[in-house]
T-cell receptor, first 113, second 119 residues
Framework: ETGVTQSPTHLIKTRGQQVTLRCSSQ?????VSWYQQALGQGPQFIFQ?????ENGRGNFPPRFSGLQFPNYSSELNVNALELDDSALYLC???WGWGTGELFFGEGSRLTVL | AQKVTQAQTEISVVEKEDVTLDCVYE???????LFWYKQPPSGELVFLIR??????QNEISGRYSWNFQKSTSSFNFTITASQVVDSAVYFC????????????????FGQGTILTVHP
């Protein structure tokens, strides 16, 4: 059984640039959630995708957007990067959106200079 | 709005000591779910337990036990006879849900407690 994989693991961008982060969900999972974890903080919910549709969104501006593909993998896109976007971005997959038992990847560490 | 508070930022113990991690939550929902996740240095969060608001029975799983008290809005986690491998950041989390067992997937996490177990 393949776990959740994320890429890239680390990246550095400058303010104003755009970034795309990728996530492959665990085999058999059809739901992907994205979380932002700032240093020393708990993860914050960005949004969730269920069967290719957005199924809930946290308190993040529209420059945070996402996609889920037919194979249930997902992308997180962030436009017009700001310094405060520096964080660990965690992807989590699950079977359905109804259990709360999420399987997380190791995250993508984004640094914005 | 939902809120989870983990008042202990860092805890340091010596191996074989028992340790309790505190979690207090706030929610207006009548049906909700509580979780504990562990985050080792590698970064991924590992699911430990889920409880729904209707089930206040305490749970034990090996060296881990959880105490849910609705009256005080607390969901504390105890590790008995701690081991060095227990060193990690532990997060308590909350989500709304329905009585049918569905958690709506959006988790609100606390700030986490860094647990260090010394040999």
């Amino acid at each position: 059984e393949t776990g959740v994989t994320q890429s890239p693991t680390h990246l550095i961008k400058t303010r104003g640039q755009q970034v795309t982060l990728r996530c492959s969900s665990q085999s058999g999972h059809n739901t992907v959630s994205w979380y932002q974890q700032a240093l020393g903080q708990g993860p914050q919910f960005i949004f969730q995708y269920y069967r290719e549709e957005e199924n809930g969104r946290g308190n993040f501006p529209p420059r945070f957007s996402g996609l889920q593909f037919p194979n249930y993998s997902s992308e997180l896109n962030v436009n017009a990067l700001e310094l405060d976007d520096s964080a660990l971005y965690l992807c989590a997959s699950s079977w359905g959106w109804g259990t709360g038992e999420l399987f997380f990847g190791e995250g993508s560490r984004l640094t914005v200079l | 709005a939902q809120k989870v508070t983990q008042a202990q930022t860092e805890i340091s113990v010596v191996e074989k000591e028992d340790v309790t991690l505190d979690c207090v939550y706030e929610t207006r929902d009548t049906t909700y779910y509580l979780f504990w996740y562990k985050q080792p240095p590698s970064g991924e969060l590992v699911f430990l337990i889920r409880r729904n608001s209707f089930d206040e029975q305490n749970e034990i799983s090996g060296r881990y036990s959880w105490n849910f008290q609705k009256s005080t809005s607390s969901f504390n986690f105890t590790i008995t006879a701690s081991q060095v491998v227990d060193s990690a950041v532990y997060f308590c989390a909350l989500s709304e849900g329905d009585a049918g067992g569905t958690s709506y997937g959006k988790l609100t996490f606390g700030q986490g407690t860094i647990l260090t177990v010394h040999p």
